[in-house]
């Protein structure tokens, strides 16, 4: 396979000379780099290299050039390689201008110079943007490939599971590939019996479960100790959180999660407000780099889902799902919230073909220049129209409440009114939805006028709230009349005595009635239902677990 491009230009040769040899003495085994001080031949070998089917990842430019200035080459450039990631090399003179193009040309990243040292200022920058473009684009692949199609179910949860794991695949829907079509008929003899994986090293799973593809794709699905300090339930924002803090202070940290980490904020496809992100960031990106940066400070993450806990104090043993039981001096609970499943008649027949739970980016391209819907008027629903609203023809909100303001960020609903290509209809409910071998249209009705009538459209992503799942541990732990866990001053108390507590002191905040057993994020009762206060709390938990420690 043929290595793609970096392309760098600056008119500034001591400067040209530097980046490059920073550069190719990083990433020589993994992209050819090129380089020169003239903006237009820069053009013209990038159009040569069009011509040539070659692949170019990155462009480097100097703002200050004499034939045309970075934003302009960058835009150029864009425009021929338009999934190329962008980099404006920037004097503090220039910071303005590099902000501006954030919003002009989709910059992707402004770097002011000098960059030393490269492995602090430059590297770093350059391997998520790298990494973000061999995520999205299509190259020769040698990797896992899944043999699917469109309108089958499991075809999209395993889709799902992989992407949400950010395990790289190669996505084959047979009915557009007569020769994957052939090849599949021939492992499975039943062309119904989708999805078919195959692996690089010559291994065909049939209609796999998740846990068979996650042993097989390298996931940890057995923990390597059977006690640790710390173990942490569910790698949202809050448990990640909690293992970055807890591992890097020397913490023996288990953290186990039964879908992917970072959890509800993980399927969102923009969070525009989280803080040090200008531009955004999608959930997944968020929780690859916190997942990378936790696994740095050595905490294990396992892929398998809590069934039971008992407690014998100082111990907390958890059994998996597996029947392996796992013991720790404390527990942190940050299992967030699970989605909320709506009831309606049609919806659980078209689950996964045409019905969605959250944004299932992943069906994106399947929907590009069509007719959807999305249920729900809060931000995650917010988030998703606007998403949406980049590939399908048009986005139809449906939302109860009488108003987007009732639940949405303002800035969300502002962009929303902005957007052509995205419709409100509030007042109103979703009766049924229905179609053949896919979904069709969705029956809704005008609340204030009792008015049924029906609406074509391809495909309906459902956000209607959240709930916690903490069934398992609610006969020994505290929770509310909704299923969060109380912690610190929210426990029930007699007397001034939380139930069933044993020690001299009060419980710490984020404590529950049990000793050593914590809870942060969206699972915990009266907590912010922010990543922000998710990632706060987690972190949070961490002091109070060293606390707690000390008296064991």
Not at 216 to 242: C, N, Q, S
Not at 359 to 386: F, H, P, R, W
Not at 469 to 493: A, F, H, Q, V
């Amino acid at each position: 396979m043929k290595l793609p491009f970096i392309i760098i230009v600056d008119d500034d040769e001591h400067v040209l000379r530097a980046i490059q040899r920073d550069i190719r003495n990083e990433y020589r085994d993994a992209y050819r780099v090129s380089a020169t001080d003239s903006a237009i031949e820069a053009l013209e070998l990038i159009n040569e290299l069009k011509m040539k089917n070659e692949t170019v990842a990155l462009f480097i430019s100097d703002q200050r050039m004499p034939e045309m200035d970075g934003v302009v080459f960058l835009e150029k450039a864009k425009e021929i390689y338009p999934d190329a990631k962008l980099i404006l090399l920037t004097a503090y003179s220039d910071i303005e201008v590099a902000i501006k193009a954030i919003n002009d040309i989709k910059l992707d990243y402004y770097l002011l110079k000098p960059w030393n040292p490269p492995e602090e200022k430059l590297y770093p920058v350059l391997n998520d943007l790298l990494y973000d473009w061999t995520e999205n684009v299509r190259l020769p692949y040698d990797g896992i490939r899944l043999l699917g199609a469109r309108w089958s179910a499991q075809s999209f949860s395993v889709k799902e599971f992989l992407s949400r794991n950010l395990i790289p695949y190669q996505w084959i829907d047979i009915d557009f590939d007569e020769p994957m079509k052939e090849l599949a008929l021939s492992i499975t003899g039943d062309i119904n019996k989708l999805p078919v994986v195959l692996f690089p090293d010559g291994l065909q799973m049939i209609m796999p479960s998740i846990s068979e593809i996650a042993e097989k794709a390298g996931l940890r699905t057995h923990a390597e100790l059977p006690f640790y300090d710390l173990v942490i339930v569910g790698a949202g924002p809050a448990g990640l959180a909690a293992a970055l803090y807890g591992a890097s202070e020397g913490l023996k940290t288990l953290i186990v999660e039964q879908n992917a980490p970072g959890g509800q904020a993980g399927s969102s496809s923009q969070i525009e407000n989280y803080l040090g992100f200008p531009s955004g960031i999608s959930g997944a990106d968020l929780a690859r780099r916190a997942t990378t940066q936790v696994k740095r400070f050595g905490a294990e993450i396992l892929a398998d889902e809590i069934v039971s806990m008992k407690i014998e104090q100082p111990y907390k043993i958890l059994k998996l799902r597996n029947g392996i039981e796992v013991s720790s001096y404390a527990v942190v609970f940050a299992s967030g919230v699970s989605v909320r499943m709506f009831e309606a008649e049609g919806i659980e027949q078209f689950l996964g073909t045409g019905v969605y739970y959250g944004a299932a980016m992943t069906e994106a391209a399947t929907y590009k220049g069509q007719d959807v819907c999305i249920l729900g008027g809060a931000n995650s629903a917010g988030q998703g129209a606007l998403f949406f609203a980049r590939y399908a023809s048009s986005v139809t909100m449906i939302v109860r409440a009488s108003s987007l303001n009732k639940a949405m960020s303002n800035y969300l609903v502002e962009r929303i009114n902005s957007t052509n290509n995205i419709k409100v209809l509030l007042e109103t409910e979703v009766c049924s939805v229905s179609g053949k071998d896919k979904m069709e249209k969705i029956t809704l009705k005008y609340i204030p006028e009792n008015k049924v009538y029906e609406l074509d459209t391809s495909a309906v992503f459902i956000f209607i709230g959240a709930a916690p799942k903490t069934e398992l541990i609610n006969t020994i732990i505290e929770i509310d009349d909704k299923g969060y866990i109380l912690t610190g001053p929210d426990l029930p108390r007699r007397e001034n005595i939380v139930k069933g507590w044993t020690l001299d002191r009060d419980p710490f905040l984020l404590e529950t009635n049990v000793p050593g057993v914590f809870a942060a994020g969206d699972v915990r009762s009266g907590s912010g239902k922010r990543v922000a206060s998710a990632v706060g709390e987690g972190s949070a938990a961490i002091g109070m677990v060293h606390k707690y420690l000390e008296t064991v």
